[in-house]
């Protein structure tokens, strides 16, 4: 087994149960085919893909933005 590979498998021994499930589901998302999709879930895919692609700002940015929002809101 790779380096790599043992790594990886270190690392999900550490996962709890839930978070196993995430990674298996994950997973077997990524070996369905795109034809295995149902056409309605990749509409629903395609819509929300980049999303905020357009926003001029980082999200290390963003949360400055609304930890001082806050802030300013509970100084209120």
């Known amino acids: 087994m790779s380096e790599q590979v ?6 999900v021994r550490c996962l709890d149960p839930t978070e ?3 990674l298996t589901a994950a997973l077997a998302a990524i070996e369905l085919s795109p034809s295995d999709v149902s056409t309605s879930r990749r509409q629903m895919i ?4 980049g999303k905020y692609r357009y926003i001029p700002t980082s999200s290390e940015s963003f949360i400055s933005r609304k930890a001082e929002d806050t802030l300013r809101e509970s100084s209120l």
């Not at 043992?6 to 690392?11: H, L, S």
């Not at 395609?46 to 893909?49: D, P, T």
């Open 20 to 22: 196993r499930r995430e």
């Open 46 to 49: 395609e819509s929300i893909r």
């Open 6 to 11: 043992q790594a990886i498998v270190e690392a």
